[in-house]
């Protein structure tokens, strides 16, 4: 059993929490005195998602962020982005020895396309700066104590004057991140808004063509209509795959079915893939094509819009003859044919589920929270940082800013408060 007395206890060493505990510790100490920082962490490995995040390589941010690129109350995320921009996000980065190099999307890569870089960076930072990292100590109650806070853990009980409550959303259950942040939260006065997987691959009615795709990516303009009413509309690139559809467009545009489907509305996802033309304007080419080239199969005419494969399986979906010539095709197939390749109805028959989502919407309300601070309005000395508050952003990078900016806001504030209760009282 361990019974420590700690200045800051951070409950989640995730890249958030992480963040927390080295800012906290570091303000801490330039005051001369090195805090007690103590890292509280359920998994027996710490940090798993950042290892597997971009695909190994850890996508740690994007050139240029903005308040758009995320979900949630965008005033107060544009206040809390303000605080610890990209810049300063490089910078810091730098400064733990992980230089970041960019992409043409615009993502930022540790140079040595290796996420184990950017976790080594920050655990030994944080061992460097004194904090003590405890994996296998899952936090079971936090209770608000005379001298601040009790937390109950695996292995005992820790005091501490502040917290950070950095346990994440839901996403990845096995990396140790499994929702039960949110009761912590709920324990203290919080509220939790519904959660649902984000960043999600969808699956497909098993009747639909899209194993025989798998593999193929293309352009596609998705559309998400609930209960009749638009809520999304978004271009890039869409990855046919064994279970259904995923790939970055697919991804984004995945919270607004979770999210819809979660309270019970009708959720309809349409794909254009030829988003450059007018109905009229693609019914003229393909009337010019026939008349061009009359002899041409179907499939050859449709593959100079969309890839052959893809041709194919869209006039089968549809009924047609991918070899009758292009001139024997009938108005009404061709009329078929055309609306449905500009708007082409997925048949979801759900989303992946948590253990492929890459983020949680919903979680603790931003409206509850300081954004200058990242302590709780309801909690004095509670901060809560990261996923687990009711944030998501695009893929790309944005998920990790604002786990480094909520993380860096919580630390300095968390420090300096304590700084400024150890100050002598003025005297004149
Ligand atoms: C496969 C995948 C790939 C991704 N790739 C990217 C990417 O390239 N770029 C990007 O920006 N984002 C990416 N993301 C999203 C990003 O990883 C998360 O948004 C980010 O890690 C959230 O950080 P966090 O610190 O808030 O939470 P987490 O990283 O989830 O950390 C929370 C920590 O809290 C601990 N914990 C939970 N409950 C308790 C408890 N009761 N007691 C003690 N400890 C507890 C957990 O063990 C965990 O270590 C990816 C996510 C996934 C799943």
Redesign the pocket.
């Known amino acids: 059993m361990t019974d420590d007395v700690v200045d800051v206890a951070v409950?989640?060493?995730?890249?958030?929490?992480l963040t927390s505990a080295i800012v906290a510790a570091e303000t801490l100490a330039q005051d001369g005195t090195p805090g007690r920082v103590l890292l509280?962490?359920?998994?027996k490995q710490?940090?798993a998602?950042?290892l597997?995040?971009?695909g190994g390589r850890?996508?740690v941010t994007h050139e240029v962020i903005t308040p758009k690129d995320f979900f949630g109350n965008r005033n107060i995320i544009r206040n809390i982005l303000a605080a610890f921009s990209v810049e300063r996000t490089i910078a810091w980065f730098t400064s733990l020895g992980v230089d970041l190099k960019r992409e043409p999307t615009g993502k930022l890569f540790p140079v040595t396309d290796d996420a184990r870089t950017v976790l080594t960076a920050l655990l030994s930072r944080a061992r460097h700066t004194g904090a003590i990292i405890r994996p296998g100590?899952?936090?079971?109650e936090i209770a608000t104590s005379r001298a601040g806070f009790l937390v109950r853990?695996s292995h005992g009980t820790t005091q501490a004057s502040r917290v950070m409550l950095?346990?994440?959303?839901q996403?990845?259950p096995r990396?140790?991140?499994?929702g039960?942040?949110y009761r912590?939260a709920c324990g203290l006065g919080h509220r939790v808004t519904p959660t649902v997987p984000a960043l999600v691959p969808l699956v497909l009615d098993h009747s639909m063509f899209h194993a025989t795709l798998s593999g193929l990516s293309h352009d596609v303009e998705l559309t998400s209509v609930a209960d009749g009413r638009e809520v999304d509309r978004r271009t890039g690139s869409l990855l046919w795959t064994h279970f259904g559809i995923s790939g970055p467009v697919v991804m984004d545009a995945s919270r607004f079915w979770t999210l819809a489907t979660n309270r019970g509305a009708q959720v309809d996802l349409y794909g254009n893939f030829v988003p450059s033309r007018t109905a009229e304007e693609l019914k003229e080419w393909f009337v010019a094509q026939a008349a061009e080239h009359p002899r041409r199969s179907l499939t050859r005419t449709l593959s100079m819009l969309v890839s052959d494969r893809f041709a194919e399986s869209l006039c089968l979906h549809c009924s047609c003859d991918p070899q009758e010539l292009t001139a024997q095709v009938v108005r009404r197939d061709r009329e078929r044919l055309l609306s449905t390749l500009m708007r082409f109805r997925f048949p979801i028959e759900r989303d992946r589920g948590w253990n492929f989502?890459?983020?949680t919407t919903g979680g603790v309300p931003l409206e509850e929270i300081n954004y200058r601070t990242m302590e709780s309005k309801l909690v004095s000395g509670l901060y809560l940082?990261?996923?687990?508050l009711d944030c998501d952003?695009r893929i790309g990078?944005?998920?990790?800013?604002?786990?480094w900016a909520t993380g860096w806001l919580a630390g300095q504030s968390a420090a300096r408060s304590l700084l400024a209760a150890k100050l002598p009282p003025y005297s004149a």
């Open positions: 409950v989640g060493a995730g890249a958030a929490g509280l962490d359920g998994a710490i940090e998602k950042i597997v995040s971009g850890c996508n100590h899952r936090v079971t853990h950095a346990t994440g959303g996403s990845l990396t140790g991140s499994d039960f942040g912590l989502a890459e983020v940082i990261g996923e687990m952003g990078g944005f998920n990790f800013q604002w786990a």
